[in-house]
């Protein structure tokens, strides 16, 4: 009974935060400018926040999964809404980074400097928030189509706020147009489980035969529809211009946990099936190696701040699916040390993503308030006028590099050791795949050091490139508030793993049933990883005082050696570019970059150029000469569409007809 | 316990006498006397009595990068095995660790340098982060046969575990695995053929380009931290290259210094009878060894 009740507690809780976040917007809707309303809509989403989060931690904490049969009278059946620590492991990332970026949003949109969209981005921000945190919640398919695609749009409304731009509009019909795909992929997948189950609930963890065609293609479904959205290559096209255009604290809920929910699609639909063939891991763990090598590839070439931390998501989306593979590899080869491990480094890096990825596009936010620009290439020493966002953002920038004592590390040392644990014990070429994950996180590693090196030096280092974009200061306390939180949270899961350990196996017990037949506090070194992280940041503190005392204050200074140059300007400094261009050269076969030259000439050679830019490359090579080809091919079946409603009522009673006789035989 | 003391003291005394090592094999390559085996201690002890001079484009993190990078090449000291003994730390898992110390090092030498806003030094740090990227899936390839051979994840059992017979059973899996190490040794330390660390044209360095500005104790500590990684990345090598036990604590020990001796002659060696490689042919020789490695993987795999 006491368990019934804290059930109730905690679904009393979820409904206050969602309440709250889809109010959060109406304040500003009656006052549209006004500085007080924004503040009231900033305190509910925070209230939101941590009433979410207090139920979220407390089912993780004391795991009862409970379902409630909410409305019933629906077409297909009772709705249904349930709480288990799976879902309740998804909705942390999802309180913290709405919660964080709507703090944000008080100093980086104010209502009185942006009346006509502020009304709009915040109305939308909460929708989006309230709709995550009920997609988590609902354990009834169509229920979930239905939320899946109000959220679908509230992301569409507030990505493009600013929709007098062209470029905006560009990524906001890009985007709209894979969501419906995708949700059209999904539809399939809820009439093939319909099929297979005779019911529209979320079939219970491993109770579904994963043999057989109709498993097969369910498989495939979730694969492509969830995929979208989470950004998997080569589904990821629409994810670097969205990102780009969208307000900064939007992206950073859209790649912090918008992303994230195709996972957590992935992962539900996955556990529903018994043993999965091991081709189903496989398939998942190419996905992702594909998706992180070429995702940070293409981050490098990037020189737009927001596009290349877009590519970076598709990166650490990869870094997921990479862990999601090997634990459903482990299912097939029955071993649980192998699912263990790649789930949780899978479920834990969910985590870490959303903080550090919103951390950094929070601090990415800032520095174009300060700067006025997200052009990499004319930015430079911003660090020197914001020292406190420079320094969160090299937080964030060693969190998503996986670089001990932070909380990347943590996730990709799960997977690193579900790779190598795989070697100990492993029979056949499927058995031997999930060793491929070692040395394709050891490449993601070293291309995300060499990009986040390029990012925090040419952004924060060095000289302003020009003199319009030096960058004011600091910016206010919201928008240091909401990334200090964030970066409070690497650093806490980066030295003290220990404390997610326990709710983590919790979120794998709830995944499936007995699934941890081993606790992962025996096989992750959580105790050593704090050690080391202590003995390595005393060890630095204690080199940074020595060689304070010993130089002293009054250091000489002079200009930086120019290497015999006299006169040397900002505007040599090594740029984005040229750093990046040793590794876009070497990925050019992929990614195909184009180079536009003037080359000098002649004895008296005139004014010489060089541009370099990255294409979306898939996009543009791939899908938009599919659609112009298909566009050619399908023009006699157009002449079917062409906006006479009486005729289009006309079709689909035609097509009702049509599956009424199909159907009733 | 004395192990563990001797361990700290060696790691920590060691690895400038490799340096001094390599100088004099280099001499006598050329015919010269050369500075004593000494001369990086005394370059270090007047390093760190000097002053310094600090660009004045650079922020605290021009000075944090020296002292994060001695810090995390030190913790990833206490994790490698010397010889046939026990690291003082030693977990499963500790290899990924042992990795990305070595990571956060380049990131902080790396930034640092880019703090001072010099074209060149940007080129140096580029050119660092780049060939790293291909580096580091060797290392771990290693890395992946070693825990193949001895069926354990973390550094001192696996290397402890080869002995005679397993280099018997798998010599050429273990013959093509050196051959990656020493090329990751040699790219890792920015040694010839890579790169030159005597060059007098900064537009072809690499490490040495990307610490120009770095002068006195924070300069002393690069250079400390630098002999530092060659020792440890060296210790992994000889690890694997001397399969000895001889039973004796002592005479373990002995043989490992002899050991960690002979590479910095051979490190030597190989500088004085190549020249440096085209920056265009340093990432073929890199791919390269990573196909070694890839190889000797599948060698011990089949």
Redesign the interface.
Request: charged share 10%.
């Given at each position: 009974m006491a368990a019934g009740g804290q059930a109730i507690n905690c679904f009393v809780l979820f409904c206050l935060a969602v309440a709250c976040q889809g109010a959060s917007g109406l304040p500003l809707l009656f006052a549209r400018s006004s500085a007080a309303a924004q503040r009231f809509s900033v305190l509910l989403m925070l209230t939101g926040s941590c009433a979410g989060s207090a139920a979220a931690l407390w089912s993780l904490t004391s795991p009862a999964p409970v379902t409630f049969a909410l409305i019933s009278g629906l077409p297909f059946g009772p709705g249904s809404l349930g709480i288990d620590a799976l879902s309740a492991w998804f909705l942390i990332p999802v309180f913290l980074v709405t919660g964080a970026s709507a703090l944000f949003a008080l100093g980086y949109w104010p209502a009185d400097r942006h009346p006509e969209t502020a009304a709009r981005v915040t109305f939308f921000l909460g929708l989006l928030a309230a709709s995550l945190s009920a997609l988590l919640l609902v354990r009834h398919l169509v229920l979930f189509l239905v939320v899946w695609e109000i959220m679908a749009l509230a992301a569409w409304f507030a990505l493009s706020t600013e929709d007098e731009k062209p470029e905006v509009r560009d990524a906001g019909i890009l985007y709209l147009v894979t969501a419906h795909l995708g949700v059209l992929v999904l539809f399939a997948m809820v009439s093939l489980i319909a099929s297979l189950t005779g019911s529209y609930l979320f079939p219970a963890p491993g109770s579904l035969p994963a043999q057989g065609g109709l498993a097969s293609a369910i498989f495939l479904c979730a694969l492509i529809g969830f995929g979208l959205k989470a950004g998997v290559m080569p589904l990821h096209v629409w994810l670097p211009s969205a990102h780009a255009n969208a307000p900064s604290h939007i992206s950073a809920v859209l790649s912090g946990v918008v992303l994230k929910v195709g996972i957590y699609g992935m992962v539900r639909i996955f556990s529903c099936f018994a043993t999965p063939p091991p081709w189903w891991g496989g398939t998942v763990l190419i996905l992702g190696a594909i998706s992180g090598v070429i995702g940070v590839a293409f981050a490098i070439g990037q020189h737009d701040l927001k596009r290349l931390l877009a590519y970076h998501s598709i990166e650490n989306i990869g870094i997921i699916m990479i862990g999601l593979g090997c634990a459903l590899l482990g299912q097939s080869l029955a071993s649980p040390v192998l699912a263990t491990l790649g789930l949780a480094g899978a479920l834990l890096h969910v985590l870490n993503h959303a903080t550090f990825k919103a951390l950094l596009f929070l601090g990415a936010g800032a520095v174009i308030q300060a700067a006025g620009t997200r052009e990499i290439e004319v930015l430079?020493?911003v660090?020197?006028r914001l020292?406190r966002t420079?320094l969160f953002f090299?937080t964030g920038a060693?969190a998503i590099?996986?670089?001990?004592p932070l909380n990347g590390?943590v996730s990709?040392?799960m997977i690193?050791?579900a790779g190598?644990?795989s070697?100990?014990s492993?029979p056949g070429l499927m058995g031997?795949l999930p060793?491929l994950a070692?040395?394709v996180?050891?490449?993601i590693?070293?291309?995300a050091?060499?990009c986040?090196?390029?990012v925090?030096?040419?952004v924060f280092?060095?000289?302003p490139r020009s003199p319009e974009h030096v960058g004011t200061g600091d910016p206010p306390a919201s928008m240091l508030g909401a990334q200090a939180l964030l970066a409070l949270v690497c650093v806490l899961i980066g030295v003290a793993p220990i404390c997610v350990a326990r709710p983590l196996e919790n979120a794998l017990a709830a995944y499936r049933g007995g699934f941890v037949q081993q606790a992962l506090v025996p096989?992750?070194?959580f105790t050593?990883?704090t050690?080391?992280a202590v003995?390595?940041l005393m060890?630095?503190a204690?080199?940074?005082l020595w060689?304070?005392r010993?130089?002293g204050r009054a250091?000489?200074?002079?200009?930086?050696?120019?290497?015999g140059y006299l006169k040397?300007t900002?505007r040599?400094?090594?740029s984005a570019s040229?750093?990046?261009?040793?590794?876009v050269a070497?990925f050019g076969v992929v990614l195909r970059p184009e180079v536009h030259r003037t080359d000098p000439a002649g004895s008296f050679p005139g004014p010489a150029a060089y541009r370099s830019h990255l294409p979306e490359t898939a996009l543009e090579r791939l899908f938009l000469p599919l659609l112009e080809y298909l566009y050619e091919k399908s023009a006699p079946v157009r002449h079917l569409q062409h906006g006479k409603l009486n005729l289009y009522i006309v079709y689909t009673f035609l097509t009702l007809v049509v599956l009424f006789i199909l159907t009733t035989r | 316990m004395i192990d563990i003391l001797v361990h700290i003291v060696i790691a920590l005394g060691l690895p400038p006498l490799l340096l001094g090592v390599i100088g004099k094999t280099k001499a006598a390559f050329a015919g010269r006397v050369g500075a004593p085996f000494l001369q990086p201690y005394y370059d270090l002890a007047r390093l760190f009595r000097k002053g310094v001079v600090i660009s004045e484009t650079t922020s605290w993190i021009f000075r944090a990068g020296p002292a994060v990078t001695l810090a995390a090449t030190l913790c990833a000291g206490l994790l490698i095995p010397l010889g046939r003994h026990t690291a003082p730390i030693s977990f499963d898992g500790d290899l990924v660790l042992f990795a990305y110390l070595f990571a956060l090092g380049r990131f902080f030498t790396t930034i640092a340098a880019l703090d001072t806003g010099s074209s060149f030094e940007g080129m140096g740090a580029a050119r660092e982060v780049s060939f790293a990227c291909l580096a580091e899936p060797t290392l771990f390839f290693a890395l992946i046969t070693l825990t193949r051979l001895s069926g354990t994840l973390s550094l001192t059992p696996m290397l402890n575990h080869l002995d005679l017979s397993v280099w018997l059973g798998t010599g050429a899996a273990l013959i093509l695995m050196l051959a990656g190490l020493f090329v990751v040794l040699l790219a890792e330390n920015s040694r010839i053929p890579f790169d030159d660390p005597n060059t007098h044209l900064e537009l072809t360095m690499i490490h040495e380009v990307m610490v120009l500005d770095h002068s006195g104790p924070y300069f002393g500590c690069i250079l400390y931290g630098a002999a530092l990684k060659l020792f440890l990345l060296g210790a992994l090598f000889v690890n694997v290259a001397l399969p000895f036990t001889t039973g004796s604590s002592l005479a373990d020990w002995l043989v490992f210094l002899a050991g960690m001796l002979a590479l910095s002659v051979a490190v030597g060696v190989v500088e004085s009878v190549m020249a440096r490689l085209r920056l265009i042919r340093v990432p073929q020789l890199l791919v390269a060894a990573l196909i070694l490695t890839a190889f000797s993987l599948v060698l011990v795999v089949r």
């Open positions: 430079g020493g660090g020197r020292p420079g090299l060693l590099c996986g670089l001990p590390f990709e040392l690193y050791l190598f644990t070697l100990k492993s031997a060793v070692v040395p996180l050891a490449l590693g070293g291309l050091v060499a986040f090196v390029k925090y030096g040419v280092l060095g000289e096989m992750v070194p050593w990883i050690l080391l003995l390595l060890l630095a204690g080199a940074a060689l304070r010993r130089t250091a000489a200074t002079s200009r930086t050696w120019g290497c040397p900002p040599m400094q090594y040229s750093f990046g261009s040793l590794l070497w | -």
